[in-house]
């Protein structure tokens, strides 16, 4: 393909993915801010539970009913050893009157591990696309393309566009779309008919519902299955043809972000 063949067409699938990067950033902005409301610490008074399983843990901490705290602010409330003479301190601790073992002398409570272990760190989102386009430079047709969607089991939906779900993840959540090359990116079905565009789009935003590396695996064989029944090449996000180590070295850049983020 020419050039300006490749402008056009990369300025139409940027405008299909870049709708849904802002709907998916308004969202998660929306979640967290709901998440900051729910778990954010007070400011100058009580404290308020941050879910069901930290909130006996604070109220114990913030002073829900169990006593004061000791002079270092820390640890469960420790009553001071009254001096056995006005102005001479103990030399040392003694048990109390019940046999008690004084509370300097109890074992140090350990941290539980959910106060102890660090929050994960929060993935960064991150775009996965890939290009099909006709081998010759021609228009595909929307008869041909709905067929060869179908086949792959892609469903048709939100953005008026195809995608493929994860029934298994128990979301809603696409795993990756596929969308027109051409501006706005429409795929319906009910249009088929006159409808054509030279290539098609398949991109998937991480994290999402299924595993990063199957979700990859999944979105590289489509995309191969599609091109094989529709006359068309595979090519990365560099328009560069989609070889046997291109592949690998996708492959291995989402096994790298998985790992930083622990997914």
Do not use: C
Request: net charge positive.
């Amino acid at each position: 393909m020419t050039p300006l063949q490749w402008a056009l067409l990369v300025v139409g699938a940027a405008a299909v993915i870049a709708i849904y990067l802002f709907t998916r950033r308004d969202r998660d902005r929306g979640h967290k801010k709901s998440s900051r409301r729910r778990h954010a610490p007070p400011i100058g008074g009580d404290a308020r539970p941050s879910g069901p399983a930290a909130g006996l843990d604070q109220l114990e901490m913030f002073g829900g009913g169990s006593g004061e705290f000791d002079e270092f602010g820390v640890g469960k409330p420790r009553k001071r050893v009254t001096p056995g003479m006005p102005g001479i301190p103990s030399a040392k601790p003694t048990a109390g009157a019940e046999g008690q073992v004084p509370p300097l002398l109890q074992s140090p409570a350990v941290p539980r591990a959910s106060e102890a272990a660090p929050s994960a760190p929060q993935p960064e989102d991150k775009l996965v696309t890939l290009l099909i386009a006709e081998r010759e430079g021609t228009a595909i047709f929307g008869p041909k393309i709905h067929a060869a969607l179908q086949r792959q089991a892609l469903v048709f939906g939100d953005r008026r566009i195809y995608h493929r779900y994860e029934p298994a993840a128990g979301s809603d959540e696409a795993v990756f779309s596929v969308a027109s090359l051409i501006k706005p990116g429409v795929l319906d079905p009910a249009e088929k008919q006159g409808f054509s565009t030279p290539g098609l789009t398949l991109f998937m935003i991480l994290p999402g519902p299924a595993k990063p590396q199957a979700a990859v695996a999944d979105m590289l064989a489509t995309a191969r299955a599609l091109a094989n029944e529709l006359n068309a090449e595979v090519y990365d996000s560099n328009r560069q043809p989609l070889s046997a180590e291109s592949e690998q070295a996708l492959t291995r850049e989402i096994d790298a972000w998985a790992r930083r983020y622990g997914l």
